[in-house]
């Protein structure tokens, strides 16, 4: 069956370390869990699709039944699957204080949200060593574009480019990527996320790069099998390049770092780090080949 990159579910999640709900007893299992979860999940049935539960969204695939309301209930309550689908520990909490008001409960499945970190905590992240080669950034970032500086500083994006030691090019010189791709490769590293050697096959366009931008450069892109197009800051300098795909299918960022020859059309192996963002320390990390197929200016 293809794999494709960013819209298979995850398969295997462990809460490992949650805390304790405050009206959880016993052993935190099911039973436990139970009378938590209920309250969040008839809110989550009440607000309708004025919430997005993770779970609903296309990048994690349907839940057990497709049915929104009935997968919060049987993701909340099981204890080694509740973080996968945005259920850990904090973050009900966070959304039983939040049931007043839909719009605010979409806020305890955004990691950059002030209501997550003030449930689930505010990270001391670590600075990010960002190769900018010789490039001399002019623009005011760090990285070579301002809102790569953004999504760089969310919590779950800094921890999880630290832990996968996924390199970062900086610079806002990068190789004009231009192309459809096919991208082949396999999870060689992941936390919370799908486990190492799961395939991926898939095949990504890439066109109309801009580099007079005051923030910085950015590229338009798409996947094909998924819906949507978007245009993603990219940083690099000479052939080295930082691609970051903010806020993916609703649901994570990705990124990808690597090096180009031949004007941007030949990409050797490149790194892939999906980040899901609706909590911290989720993520997967993969080295993948690039084969360039021909010209394109949007997906399939």
């Not at 994690?60 to 993701?75: R, Y």
């Not at 605010?104 to 505010?122: A, I, P, V």
């Not at 950034?137 to 919590?155: C, R």
């Amino acid at each position: 069956m293809r794999s494709v990159l960013f819209s298979t579910a995850i398969l295997s999640i462990a809460c490992g370390g949650c805390e304790l709900l405050d009206d959880v007893t016993g052993d935190g299992g099911v039973l436990d869990r139970a009378p938590a979860c209920s309250t969040v999940c008839s809110k989550v049935n009440e607000c309708g699709n004025k919430v997005n539960p993770p779970a609903a969204q296309s990048i994690f695939g349907k839940g057990e039944t497709g049915n929104d309301t009935v997968d919060c209930a049987v993701t909340c309550v099981d204890p080694e699957g509740a973080v996968k689908h945005g259920y850990s520990d904090c973050q009900i909490r966070c959304l039983k204080a939040a049931s007043t008001s839909c719009d605010e409960m979409n806020d305890c499945w955004k990691t950059r949200s002030e209501l997550y970190k003030q449930y689930c905590g505010k990270r001391e992240n670590k600075p990010i060593d960002i190769d900018n080669g010789d490039d001399e950034v002019d623009n005011g970032s760090s990285s070579g574009n301002t809102e790569a500086d953004e999504i760089l500083d969310d919590d779950a994006v800094n921890g999880a480019v630290d832990d996968s030691d996924t390199h970062i090019y900086g610079g806002d010189t990068p190789p004009e990527i231009s192309g459809l791709y096919t991208v082949i490769g396999a999870i060689d590293k992941s936390e919370n996320a799908r486990p190492r050697g799961n395939p991926i096959e898939t095949s990504i366009c890439f066109w109309g790069m801009s580099t007079n931008l005051a923030g910085g450069p950015e590229i338009h892109y798409c996947e094909n099998g998924v819906y949507g197009t978007a245009s993603a800051p990219i940083t690099g300098n000479s052939d080295k390049f930082t691609i970051y795909l903010d806020n993916y299918s609703g649901g994570a960022t990705i990124l990808f770092s690597g090096k180009a020859s031949d004007g941007g059309k030949k990409v050797s192996d490149a790194e892939a780090l999906v980040v899901y963002t609706f909590g911290t320390d989720i993520w997967e990390h993969s080295v993948t080949q690039w084969q360039r197929t021909g010209s394109c200016s949007g997906c399939e």
